[in-house]
């Protein structure tokens, strides 16, 4: 064999060895391909739970006591008898009754003007007027007497045009300060003003209300029976009016 032969089949064999060591793409192991993951879409919530607070411990709570326990109405005066009441007077203190009011006009310097009631006679009960304010300023005073005997003893409920509100005793004679004066918005500043007046006594016992808010209570041993009235003071120079209407009286209860 010469030697070109020889290069020839040479030649041929390493091109047969090295067609084999390759594979056509087609003839590849397919290569499983890892499925990626999918992205969780966001799911909108229209109508969102609310959040609901978990039931706090039933808290007992005591009630308010009822300082005004009342029972049976025993009068009512529309004030349209004026005979009912020590009525009267001049220039320059007057007490009437008409168109259902009782009227007290006072024109003297630094002075009282009381009227009472000429029947019947309480000793425990629960009482209740409305004032109404004409002409009145500053510390000029108006309120409410119960319990008032013949000696003229009683107690009063007192309030000023300014806006403040005691009780007072009068007795023998003397008249005492029984509470310190207090401020309260239940108690008009203005006039014309408006304010319901209501005394609740029993026994020794005197509670003291202005537009339905409780002020006072008094214990006193001296004073247990008698009449309603009214009354208005003058401070100053000035003039003061004022009228009243609506009274009733209630039993009490204990």
């Known amino acids: ?38 992205t969780p879409t966001p799911t909108t919530v229209w109508f969102p739970p609310t959040f609901t607070p978990s039931p706090l411990p039933t808290q007992a709570i005591s009630p308010t006591p009822d300082l005004r326990p009342v029972g049976d109405l025993l009068l009512e005066d529309d004030f349209s008898d004026a005979e009912a009441w020590s009525i009267g007077g001049d220039n320059l203190a007057s007490v009437t009754v008409s168109n259902n009011y009782i009227n007290l006009s006072l024109k003297s310097q630094d002075d009282y003007l009381m009227t009472t009631r000429t029947a019947p006679v309480f000793s425990d009960f629960y009482v209740e007027i409305t004032a109404l304010t004409n002409l009145c300023s500053g510390a000029d005073e108006y309120g409410i007497t119960v319990r008032t005997d013949e000696d003229g003893n009683h ?51 005197v509670r003291f209300f ?22 208005v003071h003058t401070s100053g120079t000035a003039d003061v009016s004022v009228s009243f209407r609506d009274l009733k009286v209630w039993a009490i209860e204990r």
Request: hydrophobic share 40%.
């Open 210 to 231: 202005v537009n339905d808010l409780y002020l006072f209570t008094v214990t006193d041993t001296e004073i247990y029976k008698g009449t309603m009235g009214v009354f």
């Open 155 to 205: 107690y009063r409920l007192v309030l000023s045009c300014d806006g403040r509100a005691s009780v007072q005793r009068s007795f023998n004679g003397s008249l005492t300060r029984q509470t310190e004066w207090i401020e309260s918005r239940a108690i008009p500043a203005l006039t014309p003003g408006s304010a319901r007046l209501g005394v609740w006594a029993g026994g020794n016992e």
């Open 1 to 38: 064999m010469n030697s070109r032969v020889f290069k020839t089949l040479l030649v041929a064999t390493l091109l047969l060895l090295t067609s084999a060591c390759f594979v056509s793409p087609g003839q590849l192991a397919p290569t499983s391909t890892p499925t990626p993951s999918a």
